[in-house]
């Protein structure tokens, strides 16, 4: 397995895993959306044991999202880094906070139910940089 590093926005707060343990995911559900103000967030699940918190940790702030979900981020800039359920043996992982490759791809769209109107899956145009 890849040691990986990932970090918040201002990295004020980093962590470390031993590799990504699930296939990634893009999470469509309204917490994700809401929690990370975009159309989803790509998550992978790490086993505990494969997780560590390597500076900062006692600048995290918590949500409870839903009853047993708390979603773990900076209170200085804002980036989600992970959440969890205290009863699973894995966290989640934010994989757009790693700051290393995880050499994986995207395997699946989940809770696509909740998705709105402006999400419906269309050919859109796409551009390498803002186009403003």
């Given at each position: ?38 159309a ?20 995290l ?25 205290l ?9 757009a ?31 390498p940089?803002?186009?403003?």
């Amino acid at each position: 397995m890849k040691k990986l590093r990932g970090s918040c926005l201002c990295k004020a707060i980093e962590y470390e895993v031993d590799g990504l343990d699930m296939p990634i995911s893009h999470c469509h559900c309204h917490t994700c959306r809401k929690a990370h103000a975009a159309a989803f967030a790509s998550t992978a699940g790490v086993m505990r044991e494969h997780f560590r918190w390597t500076k900062g940790q006692e600048r995290l702030s918590h949500f409870e999202s839903s009853p047993g979900k708390f979603r773990h981020f900076c209170p200085a800039c804002g980036s989600h880094l992970m959440a969890e359920r205290l009863t699973q043996p894995h966290v989640i992982v934010r994989v757009a906070t790693l700051d290393d490759d995880p050499g994986m791809t995207p395997q699946a769209h989940i809770w696509t139910s909740h998705d709105v109107p402006w999400l419906a899956h269309e050919t859109v145009e796409k551009h390498p940089q803002w186009q403003g």
